[in-house]
């Protein structure tokens, strides 16, 4: 199993900028990629970007040069920089671990983030 700590969300105003962690403990070693989700409120979740085990990221059109995603392997940790922030980007942020063959996922209980106008 792998259990997932997010941390770091706020109250930010409009272009500012936050960045969010990710701890990761357990079995740390069988972890493919991590990514980070959100979900606003009356919205399903949706994906926000990833980064594999190698450090590969891709990240979806809307946070493209806004966000970054990166790791520090000795702290089991993957961060979300978030830059340039926007109203419509508020929302609670999720941390997901893909793990093992079989590709199971694992998520974080979330954290807030609010970006207001």
């Known amino acids: 199993q792998v259990q997932l700590v997010e941390s770091g969300g706020g109250l930010v105003q409009s272009g500012g900028s936050l960045r969010l962690s990710c701890e990761a403990s357990?079995?740390?070693?069988?972890?493919?990629?991590m990514g980070w989700y959100r979900q606003a409120p009356g919205k399903q979740r949706d994906p926000v970007g990833s980064?594999?085990?190698?450090?590969?990221?891709n990240y979806v059109d809307s946070v493209k040069g806004r966000f970054t995603i990166s790791r520090d392997n000795t702290k089991n940790t993957v961060y979300l920089q978030m830059n340039s922030l926007k109203p419509e980007d508020t929302a609670v942020y999720y941390c997901?671990?893909?793990?093992?063959?079989?590709?199971?996922?694992?998520w974080g209980q979330g954290t807030q983030v609010t970006v207001s106008s």
């Open positions: 357990g079995r740390i070693d069988s972890i493919w990629a």
């Open positions: 997901k671990a893909v793990c093992g063959s079989y590709r199971y996922a694992y």
């Open positions: 980064i594999t085990s190698s450090g590969t990221t």
